[in-house]
């Protein structure tokens, strides 16, 4: 099943809190795992990306930790800022096509001074 | 850096009209172009994935008849909404990668008005 699914569908979060954020896929044959954010009336942005190989890709206040065996993931944002207020898509791209991914349907992410 | 621009941002076409988009890559090599649709409820669609000495491929429920896609060199690439009806709404993301390259790139969009 080529499906990326996102959870929660909305957070919440109070500024300096960590928010965190979850996907899960079900196809083994994903390997590479962005994550985009996307402001209101831009394009996604690629933010932080992880390989199945790794287990934890630390990029300044933005954290991916990978499960392999239970496909999960999450991304963790520490100290959150107002301006991280956005929403958030966990992507994935299928190994046997090294050009497509598939998207998750995003987290919305409000962070609140 | 990479960038990715698209033109128009926003575009107003009537009902049963066409309206063509385009996408440019300034700074790399764009190899392959993926066109998605974003609806309003943020949810993204593949419609077609054009990569550099291949076919363009068409995902399911998208057809070149319809979404003609052109990718005539490594920076440059235009899609075409044919006879647009109110379901073609949307925001229309290019996305473009670079030989060997893991990221893919995307344009700030063309936003599709139909009315």
């Known amino acids: 099943q080529q499906q990326v699914r996102q959870s929660p569908q909305s957070l919440t979060v109070w500024e300096g809190e960590t928010a965190i954020l979850n996907c899960s896929y079900e196809?083994?044959?994903?390997?590479?795992f962005p994550w985009y954010q996307q402001f209101p009336g831009e394009g996604p942005a690629l933010l932080i990306s992880i390989s199945s190989v790794s287990d934890k890709k630390e990029d300044g206040r933005f954290t991916i930790f990978f499960n392999k065996r239970e496909k999960k993931l999450s991304l963790h944002i520490t100290d959150s800022q107002p301006g991280d207020s956005a929403t958030y898509f966990c992507?994935?791209?299928?190994?046997?096509?090294?050009?497509?991914?598939?998207f998750g349907k995003g987290t919305h992410l409000h962070v609140l001074p | 850096g990479a960038l990715v621009y698209q033109y128009p941002r926003r575009t107003i076409c009537k009902s049963g009209t066409s309206m063509r988009m385009e996408c440019q890559a300034v700074?790399?090599?764009?190899?392959?172009v993926a066109w998605y649709r974003q609806s309003p409820q943020k949810t993204f669609e593949l419609i077609a994935l054009?990569?550099?000495?291949?076919?363009?491929?068409?995902e399911q429920n998208f057809t070149q008849e319809k979404f003609p896609i052109s990718h005539p060199n490594l920076s440059f690439s235009s899609m075409t909404v044919l006879n647009a009806y109110l379901e073609d709404r949307g925001l229309y993301l290019c996305g473009a990668r670079d030989w060997g390259g893991y990221e893919q790139y995307f344009g700030p969009g063309t936003r599709l008005t139909v009315l």
């Open positions: 196809d083994s044959t994903f390997n590479y």
């Open positions: 992507a994935a791209r299928i190994g046997t096509n090294a050009y497509k991914v598939i």
């Open positions: 054009s990569t550099v000495n291949s076919a363009i491929k068409y």
């Open positions: 700074g790399f090599q764009a190899t392959s």
